[in-house]
């Protein structure tokens, strides 16, 4: 098949984009990643579609003066990734790009090619999304321009790429008409990158790892009460302070700031137990990261966390809670911290479910079948 992916910077298409080719498909990636940064993530340079110079002046209008009408810039960048790949575009069958920016593109590739159009949506339908960071006081939410592309988009596409159930959740309750175009697939994770801890972890009390946002959107109030309920057990936090102020000089607290996605293994080298509580997640990578790594994972029902029990080893070790219950939390990570001496290393099988590998075989069977079905129409209308 021939396969045109449209992103706009990495994300997990770029990994899509070279699982894909690897399985012997013709994939084009249209993105503003540069050629060598794209090279250096595995894709192969035959692949990439570089739209750096086309919107090189609308990333230095939001690096240089993101506050000078984001509304404007949004707006801009949406219309001008659109008009470039459409200027780039290939004959192609399938057409997978982002949800919410692409939607010109999605229709030129589905008028002038025929292409099916498989939207990317990593997070909760749009609706529901804006409601939930509503409610919390989110400072950042999607724009009226974003819902509107995003709707227009689901309403095109011909199926919906989605990471996991609660996603699915969201779909149902927003648009049940919506729901034949879902296709979940869980996000994989680069196994060269994530390697099992070979020995013990360093001297200490329980150490339990949270990465991502400190938000509300990650529940992080209620994972500070979870954690103040287990006198002795220690919280490293890695990455950004968002819109809750972190706990400094509490004890059972620590506070890393970001970190290149290389030194991610030394933090999971170092912890019995990863959690993520967050309200509203598609599917953090974090989570299959850490599960790769040999770790025990304790999430919410919102997390996508529960869909990566892709084999009965990985669901003995994911343990899900419902969101805004520290009580609830706090018990699951006493029990995994309990049971993390017991835990042996993930056998290779298990973790080989984790890959991008495993993700893009997943993808590519999907389009198969839904090639194969295109196919049986056209020569039963022949006929």
Request: proline share 8%; with cysteine; charged share 20%.
């Amino acid at each position: 098949m021939k396969i045109a992916i449209a992103s706009l910077g990495r994300f997990h298409v770029l990994d899509l984009a070279r699982e894909l080719d690897a399985l012997g498909e013709e994939v084009r990636f249209h993105s503003y990643v540069p050629r060598k940064r794209a090279e250096r993530f595995g894709l192969p340079p035959r692949c990439h579609r570089g739209l750096f110079t086309v919107v090189a002046p609308l990333l230095a209008w939001q690096h240089k003066a993101a506050n000078l009408w984001p509304a404007g810039q949004e707006r801009a960048m949406a219309h001008a990734l659109d008009a470039a790949v459409i200027a780039r575009l290939d004959p192609c069958d399938v057409f997978i790009c982002m949800s919410g920016m692409y939607l010109g593109a999605a229709r030129h590739a589905k008028q002038k090619y025929g292409a099916r159009i498989y939207l990317e949506r990593g997070s909760q339908h749009i609706v529901a999304q804006r409601r939930i960071l509503e409610r919390l006081g989110a400072t950042r939410k999607p724009s009226d321009f974003i819902v509107a592309r995003e709707q227009a988009g689901y309403d095109l596409a011909d199926r919906i790429a989605v990471p996991s159930t609660p996603v699915v959740a969201s779909f149902v309750a927003e648009a049940p008409h919506l729901q034949p175009k879902l296709f979940v697939n869980p996000y994989g994770v680069d196994l060269d990158h994530f390697p099992q801890r070979t020995g013990p972890r360093p001297p200490g009390p329980p150490q339990v790892l949270f990465v991502g946002g400190w938000s509300l959107r990650k529940g992080v109030d209620v994972l500070m009460r979870a954690i103040r309920a287990l006198p002795g057990v220690h919280l490293t936090h890695v990455g950004g302070l968002v819109d809750q102020p972190f706990p400094e000089g509490d004890p059972q607290f620590t506070h890393v700031g970001t970190v290149p996605q290389w030194q991610l293994k030394d933090h999971y080298a170092r912890a019995d137990v990863m959690v993520l509580a967050s309200r509203e997640e598609g599917l953090a990578l974090v989570q299959p990261q850490a599960l790769a790594s040999g770790l025990p994972l304790v999430c919410t029902t919102q997390t996508g966390g529960a869909d990566l029990a892709l084999t009965p080893e990985l669901s003995e070790r994911i343990s899900v809670v419902q969101p805004d219950d520290a009580v609830a939390l706090a018990q699951a990570l006493s029990a995994a911290l309990d049971h993390h001496r017991d835990w042996a290393p993930l056998p290779e099988t298990e973790r080989a479910q984790l890959s991008w590998a495993a993700y893009g075989m997943r993808y590519l069977m999907e389009l198969k079948k839904a090639h194969e079905q295109d196919i049986l129409c056209t020569n039963s209308i022949g006929d």
